[in-house]
């Protein structure tokens, strides 16, 4: 025999009332249940549209070269970024500074690693 009293093992759970916020925002949830529904078949449609047009070739090919890239891409992609992020720091002041230095280094960096681009962007322009 126990020498103490053991608890009920009757436990009820008693759910707390709503709050007259929590009753509105249920009604207007279900008010707005249609809306709601017809949104999301609007959108569910505009992906397949989406998904089917020329955008998606270009991405697709967009991430088929960045699966696959040429060697050393990457280390020129960095350099090239880098570039651009000391660009950044050291355009201190003029907004003017903040644009052109950045695209300027980013523009020697890509020059030095694609001299034949380069050139034919020069000669474009």
Same mark, same amino acid.
């Given at each position: 025999? *126990?020498?103490?009293? =053991?608890?009920?093992? #009757?436990?009820?759970?008693?759910?707390?009332?709503?709050?007259?916020?929590?009753? $509105? +925002?249920?009604?207007?949830?279900?008010?707005?249940?249609?809306?709601?529904?017809?949104?999301?078949?609007?959108?569910?449609?505009?992906?397949?549209?989406?998904?089917?047009?020329?955008? *998606?070739?270009?991405? =697709?090919?967009?991430? #088929?070269?960045?699966?696959?890239?040429?060697?050393?891409?990457?280390?020129?992609? $960095? +350099?090239?970024?880098?570039?651009?992020?000391?660009?950044?720091?050291?355009?201190?002041?003029?907004?003017?500074?903040?644009?052109?230095?950045?695209?300027?280094?980013?523009?020697?960096?890509?020059?030095?690693?694609?001299?034949?681009?380069?050139?034919?962007?020069?000669?474009?322009?």
């Amino acid at each position: 025999l *126990s020498l103490y009293s =053991s608890p009920s093992r #009757e436990t009820k759970y008693v759910e707390n009332p709503q709050t007259q916020l929590e009753e $509105g +925002v249920s009604h207007l949830r279900h008010v707005m249940e249609p809306y709601t529904a017809w949104c999301q078949t609007e959108i569910d449609s505009s992906k397949v549209k989406v998904d089917s047009s020329l955008c *998606s070739d270009f991405f =697709s090919e967009g991430c #088929e070269f960045l699966q696959n890239p040429p060697a050393g891409f990457y280390p020129r992609l $960095g +350099v090239i970024g880098f570039a651009g992020i000391v660009g950044l720091f050291l355009a201190r002041g003029s907004k003017i500074k903040k644009l052109v230095y950045p695209a300027g280094l980013m523009g020697i960096g890509a020059s030095m690693y694609y001299p034949q681009q380069a050139v034919s962007i020069a000669k474009v322009s």
